[in-house]
């Protein structure tokens, strides 16, 4: 949870001290209304107008509705942005933390500031533990994907070279990583034109992620991986563990009719696309094959 600690002085003491009392409270909305009130009378109160954007943050953070998020993640950068203007604002790492982050939740197309503000919070040495992460996606989503994997392996362990283990070699409970951030480190790779260690991360996500849609994910990202390093046979029993596993699956069933194209099987190829329309009448690449 994001912590606030300002000084408290002067004739909004009680204001102040009643904010805090409810951030301590994990009241967020009471935060977010009391501290909207207050800006209509004192509109560049730095406190005010970080509590404000700190609060909005959290109830985003919360939202099952998207737009109800959206329109928070609005309201934290709103506020944020208009405290930046302040020269309280210089040293404040925990500003651009909360700021990059709420970025992050806009979308793809804000990653640029999400970086740019992640970055200024770490150069100001308010360097949390998940900043990393979240630095990663956004690399990738800006194309900068050798500063992704750089990101990426910060977020893994900074001792460990590919992932941490116990001293029998397992993965240690408290330090296995993620499905979705193995999946993230290898697209980068992928990127990057680097199949092997593409081929590690995927792996590993296959072996370790409780994640069943994760595990799907990886199996598909691996199985056009070893088709682009030449091994078709791994390739399919890739695509194969898919539809022994999880049944039906249009993107295996058109994947296998590719790589049976690829070894003049025209035959088996057409009944995989077959399948995979059979399983997703919408899946544009399979019927474009039919069509040809």
């Known amino acids: 949870m994001i912590r606030y600690a300002g000084n408290i002085s002067g004739a909004v003491r009680g ?11 994990g009241s967020f909305d009471g935060v977010y209304s009391q501290s909207q009130a207050a800006l209509a009378l004192r509109p560049m109160d730095y406190f005010l107008l970080t509590m404000n954007g700190f609060a909005a943050y959290q109830l985003g953070i919360s939202q099952i509705n998207s ?17 930046l203007l ?13 700021l990059g982050k709420a970025y992050s939740y806009k979308g793809d197309s804000f990653a640029d500031l999400t970086v740019k503000y992640l970055e200024k919070a770490r150069g100001l040495d308010y360097d949390t533990a998940d900043i990393p992460e979240y630095l990663g996606m956004a690399y990738a989503s800006i194309g ?22 116990d001293q029998n070699g397992k993965d240690a409970p408290d330090q296995r990583p993620t499905g979705p951030l193995l999946l993230s480190i290898a697209q ?19 072996d370790i992620s409780p994640d069943s849609r994760a595990i799907l994910s990886a199996r598909l990202l691996l199985s056009d991986v070893l088709r682009n390093i030449g091994d078709n046979d791994g390739a399919r029993r890739q695509l194969t563990d898919i539809l022994a596993e999880a049944g039906e699956n249009a993107e295996a069933h058109y994947q296998l009719g590719e ?14 696309w077959r399948l995979a329309l059979r399983a997703d009448p919408a899946h544009l690449k399979a019927r474009s094959r039919l069509s040809m």
């Open 259 to 272: 790589l049976y194209a690829l070894q003049g099987e025209t035959t088996r190829a057409r009944a995989e």
């Open 15 to 25: 204001e102040r001290r009643e904010l805090l009392r409810l951030w301590e409270a």
């Open 67 to 83: 737009l109800n998020a959206a329109r928070y993640f609005d309201d934290c950068v709103w506020a944020l942005r208009k405290a």
């Open 86 to 98: 302040l020269k309280n604002a210089a040293n404040d790492g925990r500003l651009y933390y909360v």
């Open 188 to 206: 980068s790779y992928i990127a990057l034109g680097e199949f092997e260690l593409a081929r590690a991360y995927l792996q590993r996500c296959i």
């Open 144 to 165: 900068d994907y050798r500063n992704s994997v750089a990101a990426f392996a910060e977020a893994l362990n900074p001792e460990e070279a590919l992932w941490p283990s």
